[in-house]
Each structure stands twice: as C-alpha cells, then as structure tokens.
C-alpha cells in the first residue's frame, strides 16, 4: 500500500516563498517520477513540475525560474521550492508518484497568494 503525505502549503503574499513536501511510504522503487499538480476549481488538475528518479526534471512554462523541484530518495521525499509566489498560483497541490502502471495521488494541500 502506497501512501502520499504532504505538508508545507498555506497562505503567502505574492511575492513570498513556500516549500511543499511530501513523503512516500509502502513499496517505493527509486526508478519512478514524482511530481506537483495543481488544481483550481472548476479546472482540470494540470502539472506543475515532475522529477524521474534519475533527476530529470520538466516544470510547467508559468512556473520555471520560480519553482524548484526535488527529491531525496532515500527519504523518498519529494519537494516544491516556490519562489516569488503569485496569486495565479493559488490552487490545492496534489503530490503525484508514477510506479510503473500505477499513479497515486496524495490528498492536497492548499496554497493561496494573495495580492
């Protein structure tokens, strides 16, 4: 059983800085992606930033040179740096790990800016 925690959202004025964690526990192979999505209302969950297990990285056009994404797989911990935080990043975040087939979700964490 495969187990997604996050923790580190809440609230920043733009400008500010948040860090997302998020830590997998059960049958972990280091050969995986984990990522960050974020999900608005009444939109589709769209992806943030990914890493595969060997460190390649893929961020969404909105947020690269802002965010920063990365893992520690011997902790299998994956986080989000977020710099310079606008409003159009408020959203809840959803941690993600891709495990051959399978995809498991963590249960979100909300991050709000506010102007």
């Known amino acids: 059983q495969v187990q997604l925690v996050e923790s580190g959202g809440g609230l920043v004025q733009a400008g500010g800085s948040l860090k997302l964690s998020c830590e997998a526990s059960g049958t972990i192979f280091s050969m995986n992606v984990m990522g960050w999505y974020r999900q608005v209302a009444g939109k589709q969950r769209e992806l943030v930033a990914r890493v595969s297990g060997g460190g390649v990285t893929n961020y969404a056009d909105s947020v690269k040179g802002r965010f920063t994404i990365s893992r520690d797989n011997a902790k299998n911990t994956v986080y989000l740096q977020m710099n310079s935080l606008k409003p159009e990043d408020t959203g809840v975040y959803y941690c993600?790990?891709?495990?051959?087939?399978?995809?498991?979700w963590g249960q979100g964490t909300q991050v709000t800016v506010s102007s």
């Open positions: 993600h790990l891709q495990l051959t087939l399978t995809n498991y």
